[in-house]
């Protein structure tokens, strides 16, 4: 188990030097990433180090992905096991604003002695709904004395009475990250499974950046397997590693500062610069894992719209200051 300032070290080490001899370079399914995820990732609690780990191991961008998307959500709830797979549930039919979050929370007046709650609702796009353990539900505790919708974010193991996954149909790029609708029919919510909180402002508005660091981390993770395993040059592993250390500082940091999201902007376009830099070499990679990357490139420019946005805030709040 390394301490906090040895994480860093030994992350780094390991995108260079990967895994033990004997541990495996390819799988057949998410569930079995997974468990080696959960090997090589144990001597680490960092959420960051943990996507970078994951990625590390992976043998595609899919897995890459999981690894920063599960890490970012405990990185947001780290209440949450290190080794539970999680599901941050929000969308519903008419997005994820807080003015479209339907599916209702509230106090089942039956329960008298622990004073429980009862979710219902659907949420209409869960990424990983098929094997996330743990859902973390944005839902409606009613309305502020403002008149706002009450957001309130609360735990649900998927295997709770009332829980219902339906698969959709996957994406056209990494495929192998499976997305659901789930509802929930009138389940039941221990108090103590209720965060603490505003869950719009405290949960659901950061997670956005706090996600796009921890899944670039997983995608740089998934890139040094490449490096390493085809030889790319020295100076692409080099800007590769100085860009993983600049996505460890930021990592940390407070989602809603608009410096951040400013040091964001100007890293995400590194990040991106690179990838460009590097597209020679996938043509020295296997078949397969040049046609993976070809076809999961997309997952880059996902949100990149949104991004923009909240970079764009992010300069007009310094500006209001006298930036």
């Not at 106090?107 to 219902?120: G, I, N, V, Y």
């Not at 998927?158 to 149909?169: F, L, S, Y």
């Not at 070499?281 to 046609?291: N, Q, S, V």
Request: aromatic share 8%.
């Amino acid at each position: 188990m390394y301490d906090s300032q040895g994480e860093l070290e030994a992350a780094l080490s390991f995108m260079v030097t990967g895994p033990p001899d004997g541990s495996p370079v390819s799988f057949d399914a998410l569930s079995a990433w997974w468990r080696c995820f959960l090997d090589a990732a144990r001597p680490f609690q960092t959420p960051i180090a943990r996507a970078l780990i994951g990625g590390r191991v992976a043998d595609r961008v899919g897995y890459a992905f999981t690894a920063g998307y599960v890490s970012a959500i405990r990185r947001l709830v780290p209440t949450l096991g290190a080794e539970e797979m999680a599901a941050l549930c929000v969308s519903e039919e008419g997005g994820a604003h807080p003015r479209a979050i339907t599916a209702a929370l509230v106090e089942d007046e039956t329960k008298t002695d622990d004073r429980a709650f009862q979710l219902s609702g659907e949420k209409s796009f869960v990424t990983n709904a098929d094997l996330a353990e743990i859902m973390v539900v944005a839902a409606s505790a009613g309305r502020t004395p403002q008149g706002k919708n009450d957001i309130r974010v609360v735990l649900v193991g998927r295997d709770a009475p009332g829980v219902t996954i339906i698969p959709r149909d996957p994406l056209p790029f990494v495929p192998e990250v499976a997305h659901g609708r789930v509802r929930f029919d009138d389940v039941q919510v221990p108090r103590e499974a209720v965060l603490p909180g505003d869950g719009y402002n405290t949960y659901v508005k950061p997670f956005r950046t706090i996600e796009d660091i921890h899944v670039f981390g997983g995608l740089l993770g998934y890139l040094s397997h490449v490096a390493v395993r085809y030889h790319w040059p020295r100076d692409a592993v080099e800007e590769m590693l100085s860009l993983i250390a600049s996505v460890w500082s930021v990592a940390g940091a407070n989602a809603d500062s608009p410096a951040v999201h400013v040091a964001l902007g100007g890293l995400f376009r590194r990040v991106l610069t690179f990838l460009d830099g590097c597209e020679a070499y996938w043509k020295e990679t296997d078949e397969e894992t040049a046609r993976r990357w070809n076809r999961d490139r997309p997952l880059m420019n996902i949100a990149g719209e949104a991004r923009s946005m909240r970079l764009e805030a992010a300069w007009r709040r310094l500006e209001e200051r006298g930036v």
